[in-house]
């Protein structure tokens, strides 16, 4: 069984301009997930998914460098579309997709959501945060009754993706069109393997967790 990790990635983003390769409390974001998945070997294959081709300067030893198409690096380009072509470029069962604006992501989360997948117990398995508070979805109560408040511990969890991982048997994808499939494990991170980087105030937020976490 082949397994393929990708790390889609562009150097022309729009919110944060550059912000893949600026420095998060001396280090190159990108470098935070290079480092934490370049020697799992339980992946076969790894690749940065870029059309820029400076980002090589950047890549470290164990992960494989697949220029993707400029197209792919357009403000209207979905998700999907970058999946459907790199599974197109590149055979595999298990497809492991990964982002490097989180970069707090523990190895020991992707290898465990991982291993659900890969033992054939799950056909996906996605990042997700636990959150067991008070929530609202379309002006009514989500997951408690306003008659019969309980406390928050007795609350019902809700789990919202994170998006900082993906992995997927093959078959999901070319059947349903999705990441993830039927039967999926969600792999509870904690909030900050959760941070995601999308703007300046993103990034300032994330500098402070880098800092805190060095000491």
């Known amino acids: 069984m082949k397994t393929a990790l990708f790390i889609p990635m562009k150097l022309n983003n729009q919110r944060l301009p550059g912000k893949n390769t600026m420095l998060l409390n001396g280090k190159p974001l990108c470098h935070y997930l290079f480092d934490t998945v370049k020697d799992m070997k339980e992946i076969d294959e790894k690749y940065v998914y870029c059309s820029h081709d400076e980002i090589t300067s ?19 380009v979905k998700g999907l579309e970058i999946i459907e072509r790199f599974i197109r470029d590149v055979e595999a069962d298990i497809y492991i997709l990964i982002h490097v604006t ?18 054939g117990d799950y056909d996906s398995a996605f990042s997700v945060r636990e959150i ?21 511990q ?25 990441r993830i499939g039927i039967k999926p494990y969600m792999q509870i991170v904690d909030h900050i393997e959760a941070i995601d980087i999308d703007t300046f105030d993103d990034f300032q937020f994330a500098q402070a967790a880098a800092i805190y976490l060095s000491k």
């Open 102 to 119: 989180q970069p707090f992501i523990q190895r020991e989360s992707l290898i465990n959501a991982f291993h659900k997948v890969v033992d």
């Open 58 to 76: 950047y890549i470290p030893e164990g992960i494989s460098y697949l220029k993707r198409d400029a197209a792919l690096d357009g403000p209207e």
């Open 132 to 152: 067991q508070d008070y929530c609202w979805y379309l002006n009514n109560p989500l997951n408690y009754n306003m008659k019969d408040i309980v406390t928050t």
């Open 154 to 178: 007795n609350l019902e969890p809700v789990y919202m993706e994170t998006g900082a991982f993906y992995i997927f048997r093959k078959e999901v994808f070319t059947r349903y069109h999705q």
